[in-house]
């Protein structure tokens, strides 16, 4: 009976990575398509809106201007998507890095989800989820958008307001420090060293909050190295 059992589970587990290889095989193949017509309107358009008005940048100043936004942003790309794919998986993170917002909805949605969810990392389960919780997260943004389009001069006179201004300076940080809280009490060991170097770094040297994409990259590595000592020592 024991063994019946076990071979059922052995079973149930191949059909589910057998649905997870077959699932992401055909995410990979509409990703990919989405991604190059994505990138293809992204840096086509503007190029042929100046072609038709006469004020297409010369080479040399396009390359110019890409080099100095892009000796930013291409390591932080790669360090956003080395750190954020796990956590999505394949469907999440393709439309995560289409739609945008990454870090600001996609991942504290996903997030969410999993928790309520209770799946985990790699799992089919934790695969469907993602996907749903970011399409879901790219559908409503996109509602909310046009709603604020629609209502932006009525309710221009609010949104300005002094009395207000000082709370929508602080919705991000209080989403993230509600947000992070939870998961650096799950890994306190992993997470005290970069969130306390981080601080500390911000309180020394003020300009340095508004680089928080920047910032990522050291205390991503420091977790990362933390994270892989304590495994090598059994203290996780």
Excluded at 52 to 63: A, D, E, M, Q, R
Excluded at 67 to 76: D, E, H, S
Excluded at 91 to 117: E, Q
Excluded at 149 to 167: H, S
Aim: proline share 7%.
């Amino acid at each position: 009976m024991e063994e019946k059992k076990k071979q059922q589970l052995q079973d149930n587990e191949a059909q589910k990575q057998a649905f997870l290889e077959d699932f992401n095989n055909g995410l990979h193949r509409i990703g990919r398509c989405m991604l190059i017509v994505s990138i293809i309107l992204l840096v086509g358009v503007p190029f042929v809106i100046g072609a038709i008005n006469g004020v297409t940048p010369s080479p040399k100043g396009f390359l110019v201007g890409f080099a100095k936004v892009g000796i930013i942003y291409i390591p932080v790309a790669i360090v956003e998507f080395l750190v954020y794919t796990p956590m999505l998986g394949v469907g999440g993170s393709y439309l995560a890095f289409i739609t945008g917002n990454v870090t600001n909805m996609k991942i504290p949605c996903a997030m969410n989800a999993r928790d309520i969810a209770k799946t985990k990392v790699g799992t089919p389960e934790n695969e469907i989820i993602s996907t749903i919780s970011v399409a879901t997260s790219a559908i409503v943004t996109t509602l909310v958008i046009v709603a604020g389009v629609i209502l932006m001069i009525p309710l221009r006179p609010v949104l300005e307001n002094p009395v207000l201004v000082p709370a929508f300076d602080n919705v991000v940080p209080a989403l993230f420090g509600a947000l992070g809280l939870k998961y650096f009490m799950k890994s306190p060991k992993i997470a005290a060293i970069p969130v306390l170097s981080m601080t500390l770094l911000c309180v020394l040297v003020p300009a340095a909050i508004s680089q928080t994409s920047l910032l990522m990259i050291p205390a991503g590595g420091m977790a990362l190295l933390i994270g892989w000592v304590l495994f090598k020592k059994g203290k996780l």
